[in-house]
């Protein structure tokens, strides 16, 4: 471990570190435009200048491009170094037309901020500027070439980390050109990353262009809700409106970077005007109180005419952790049997066979995947299915792993070898390796767990799972060893459903009648629901989720619920009087909904969702990596 001074501060690091990592341990800030943790060193930009006083290396040195040395004495202050860090600054601003006022990236925009500490706050160029022609990206990115600065940053993501093909940096003299050879909408399903690495404007968020200013966004740390992966976003909101979604860092889950259909997907349900927003009694609007005492009375009276077992409380893949374990005491106090957390039974034991499966010894992370050796993937789309595993498995392919496709076909960015069965993989010579395989596949690979190893680490598994929150449905089903509604259904006891976010098939509840549906989404069962009790959405509230690691995470409420400004057209605009809850905005947690009817049903109040064994989530920092359940 060398051991080197930077400003004054010894520092000690791991060999291959730069320089500007080492000085970033300390919180030594050093300007950078082309260096990013995920893609390493470029030198391109020449921005992150210091000065070495003393050591094996002299003099103004790039500290991304240079390795930590013993005795190393360096400067990030002195004047030197400031000088050069100012010039380039100047040098690289040269043809930048200097929007900022009309930019969608100012005030979020890395170079703005380099610019304007670095000193360089008056223009003397006075010459003409090099212009480019910008091109169509498609629906999502805006392209505005003139503010480039050549970092390379774009096509060193799209290229090398993402794979993808269409997107490149073209030259001639001293124009340099980062697009596609046409206009089109851009291929990798990763696209929108360029938005979050470009340090400039050159690639923006058109789904939320000129929509607000960084200063006027309400945010929170969050968690993707599109699958099973649970990687880490930061929703952006305003005035009620989920303007779009920037990828958060975290190194266990999905490391820097989210998918398009995270990014692009998630806002549009979320913002409809039209999803449930007051609680309905027979298609009328109701109050609260009115709609839980209807759901109360049907209750009730199903049981006086049926007995006990007749309502079939049904939760789902997309509810919190709290909504999950409020349910069983709902069950109770309703006499029902336990709740119901998988309408399929196909696929209630599919998933729980994988959850109660998996241990933390053998359970992947997506890092797990990154530095895997040899991955094999059994069955499964993980385009459609997952795709930041993609992504993931990329990683560890471009680092020399052997990736193995077994089954269905998988097109994936990367050499993959199609062979027969799992025996044709290179698994027990490998150091590190994974299989990665949907639930159906899960029974199999577990069998490889207790492979004879020759030198590596035993084989771990990831497996990908139906839905953002399939992992914490599966405990809750097994720990209450309860039924899938199809089962429940066949038994012929059941006379009402109450449903919890669930997406019960119309065919499955055609003779049963749907009491209340608690849910945020327009479904077939609010629409088939006698009751409608209308709940926040995940970017309104705090909750927990679990993802297909068994890694629990928290998100946060982003934003307070309510019809958004931007979106009053299509469901008309409210009728203008003085209200402390805007309008369309009256919702509540599913768990809260739960808890409430717990307490008209003769039951106690909740005040912690999370108890026994589930009580260390209660504090989980969302900003975290979170906090594998084998741990609790
Ligand atoms: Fe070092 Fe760009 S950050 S040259």
């Known amino acids: 471990m060398p051991k080197l001074i930077i400003d004054n501060i010894p520092v000690e690091v791991a060999e291959g570190t730069t320089v500007l990592e080492a000085a970033q341990s300390v919180d030594i800030p050093i300007p950078h435009f082309c260096w990013h943790p995920a893609l390493g060193k470029a030198g391109a930009c020449r921005v992150c200048a210091v000065k070495m006083l003393d050591g094996p290396v002299k003099g103004i040195q790039m500290s991304c491009m240079l390795p930590v040395m013993e005795e190393m004495v360096v400067s990030t202050t002195d004047p030197e170094a400031m000088a050069m860090r100012r010039s380039v600054i100047e040098w690289l601003m040269i043809n930048h037309p200097h929007d900022c006022p009309v930019?969608?990236?100012?005030?979020?925009?890395?170079?703005?901020?380099?610019?304007?500490?670095?000193?360089?706050g008056i223009r003397r160029y006075t010459g003409t500027k090099r212009t480019h022609v910008n091109q169509?990206?498609?629906?999502?990115?805006?392209?505005?070439?003139n503010r480039c600065i050549q970092c390379y940053r774009c096509v060193r993501f799209?290229?090398?980390?993402?794979?993808?093909?269409?997107?490149?940096?073209?030259?001639?003299?001293g124009r340099v050109y980062f697009g596609r050879f046409q206009d089109g909408p851009l291929e990798s399903p990763f696209s929108g990353n360029l938005v979050d690495i470009c340090p400039t404007g050159v690639f923006t968020d058109k789904t939320a262009r000129f929509r607000a200013r960084y200063w006027d966004y309400d945010m929170a740390p969050s968690i993707c809700q599109?699958?099973?992966?649970?990687?880490?976003?930061?929703?952006?909101?305003r005035y009620r409106e989920l303007l779009k979604i920037i990828g958060r860092r975290n190194d266990a889950v999905n490391a820097w970077f989210i998918c398009d259909r995270g990014r692009f997907s998630a806002a549009t349900p979320v913002n409809n005007p039209l999803r449930p927003r007051t609680p309905r009694i027979e298609g009328r609007e109701a109050g609260w109180d009115s709609a839980l005492d209807a759901i109360v009375q049907r209750v009730s009276e199903l049981l006086k005419n049926h007995g006990p077992g007749c309502i079939a409380l049904v939760g789902s893949q997309r509810l919190s952790l709290e909504g999950m374990a409020l349910l069983p005491e709902l069950s109770t106090i309703m006499l029902a049997d336990a709740p119901c957390y998988f309408c399929d039974e196909r696929e209630r034991v599919q998933t729980s066979a994988a959850v109660t499966g998996l241990t933390g010894a053998i359970s992947a992370s997506m890092a797990d995947i990154r530095q895997a050796d040899c991955i094999a993937i059994v069955d499964v789309d993980l385009m459609a299915e997952a795709p930041m595993m993609v992504l993931a498995v990329r990683q560890a392919w471009r680092s020399g792993a052997g990736v193995y496709s077994i089954g269905e076909t998988v097109d994936l960015p990367c050499e993959c070898t199609a062979v027969a069965t799992l025996d044709d993989v290179p698994l027990a010579t490998a150091q590190r390796p994974v299989?990665?395989?949907?639930?159906?596949?899960?029974?199999?690979a577990r069998q490889y767990v207790s492979l004879p190893m020759a030198k590596g680490e035993p084989v771990k598994i990831s497996c990908i799972l139906p839905g953002p929150n399939s992992f914490s449905a599966a405990l809750f089903s097994h720990e209450h060893a309860a039924i899938s509604l199809e089962q429940a259904i066949s038994s012929g006891r059941i006379k009402g459903i109450i449903a919890v976010e669930a997406d019960i098939p119309p065919e499955l509840s055609a003779d049963i009648p749907v009491i209340a549906a608690l849910d945020w989404r327009n479904t077939d069962t609010v629409a088939a629901a006698q009751i409608i009790l209308p709940t926040t959405a995940w970017a309104e509230m705090d909750g927990t989720c679990i993802n297909n690691e068994g890694r629990a995470q928290h998100f946060r409420k982003t934003m307070n619920p309510g019809l958004p400004v931007h979106g009053l057209n299509p469901a008309g605009h409210p009728s203008?009087?003085?209200?402390?809850?805007?309008?369309?905005?009256?919702?509540?947690?599913?768990?809260?909904?739960?808890?409430?009817?717990?307490?008209?049903?003769?039951?106690?109040?909740?005040?912690?969702?999370?108890?026994?064994?589930w009580e260390k989530l209660r504090h989980l920092d969302a900003e975290g990596d979170g906090l594998p359940i084998y741990e609790l």
């Open 158 to 173: 799209y290229q090398e980390y993402a794979g993808g093909t269409d997107f490149g940096v073209m030259g001639s003299a």
């Open 226 to 237: 599109e699958c099973s992966l649970g990687c880490s976003i930061t929703p952006v909101a």
């Open 576 to 613: 203008h009087l003085h209200r402390t809850i805007p309008p369309g905005g009256d919702l509540r947690p599913a768990w809260q909904i739960i808890d409430e009817l717990i307490v008209r049903m003769g039951g106690t109040r909740t005040t912690e969702q999370l108890n026994g064994k």
């Open 103 to 120: 930019c969608d990236e100012g005030g979020e925009c890395q170079l703005q901020d380099y610019t304007i500490a670095g000193g360089h």
């Open 136 to 145: 169509q990206l498609g629906p999502y990115i805006e392209h505005e070439m």
């Open 435 to 444: 299989i990665i395989c949907g639930t159906s596949g899960f029974t199999t």
